[in-house]
């Protein structure tokens, strides 16, 4: 199959909705429809009204992070030599982990406006953000960008942007993994009470193994390479910490728990 998609969704008296601008809005409304029903579960201390603030404050945080992250980890020369590139989103290039940074601001802000614990802000948001990121990637296969290395599999496809050979369709393997069974897993483990920290440590120790392993047959941007022994990845690098963080919330978690 040969990735040749056409970015743009829809042309109305010139303006362009592009698809990976779609995938962003099917982030935030799946992310307001899960947390609307995790509000509504008795006991659950939030209010609808709390749920959309949220959503509010932690779509500012995915769009700003997102970007900066990028420009700053994966891109900056090209910023340097045309700051203009930090607005075109349309054009691809977000950053999950920046995307997580801003995320992690923006709940600080939330929860120090609504007077709640951070990590349980941070607990309640977790189980939203999968079906996002799938979303997301989603978005990256229509741009045809983020591909992976040559392969030989019966599934590999095509990004003319990479040349003729078949290649490992990256975006959906993340999207399964980061998207689809992330999402099952964290869902599952919120489904009932948990220590504060430890749906966080779930969410991050899970993304942080998912992309690590995938970052194995995804090629690195150009422009960057391989930082070490032909393999290590910048991806790989900024998750590394993710899966630390992971491990050490959720032992926090049930040491406190056990305490």
């Not at 362009?16 to 307001?32: D, E, N, P, Q, T």
């Not at 203009?84 to 950053?95: A, Y």
């Not at 290649?167 to 009932?192: K, Q």
């Amino acid at each position: 199959m040969v990735v040749d998609f056409d970015p743009v969704a829809i042309s109305i008296f010139g303006l362009k909705v592009h698809w990976y601008g779609l995938m962003y809005l099917i982030a935030f409304l799946s992310a307001w429809k899960l947390g609307r029903m995790r509000a509504a579960k008795p006991g659950s201390g939030w209010t609808a009204q709390q749920m959309d603030d949220l959503l509010f404050y932690a779509g500012l945080g995915v769009i700003l992070g997102g970007r900066i992250g990028y420009i700053l980890f994966y891109n900056f020369s090209a910023f340097i030599e045309n700051p203009l590139i930090l607005l075109k989103i349309w054009q691809g290039g977000m950053s999950f982990h920046g995307g997580f940074l801003g995320v992690m601001v923006a709940c600080g802000f939330f929860a120090r406006k609504y007077h709640k614990v951070y990590f349980a802000v941070v607990d309640f948001a977790a189980p939203l953000v999968p079906i996002g990121l799938g979303a997301g990637r989603i978005g990256n296969l229509i741009n045809g960008e983020l591909w992976g290395k040559p392969t030989d599999l019966p599934w590999g496809m095509i990004f003319p942007a990479a040349g003729n050979l078949p290649r490992h369709p990256n975006p959906l393997y993340e999207a399964f993994l980061e998207g689809l069974v992330l999402f099952v897993i964290v869902w599952w483990f919120s489904s009932r009470p948990r220590p504060v920290m430890a749906v966080s440590g779930v969410f991050a120790l899970g993304y942080g193994i998912f992309r690590f392993g995938i970052e194995f047959v995804r090629m690195p941007d150009a422009h960057i390479g391989y930082l070490a022994w032909g393999w290590l990845t910048m991806g790989q690098i900024l998750t590394l910490p993710l899966i630390l963080t992971g491990l050490i919330l959720l032992g926090l978690a049930y040491r406190k728990s056990a305490g």
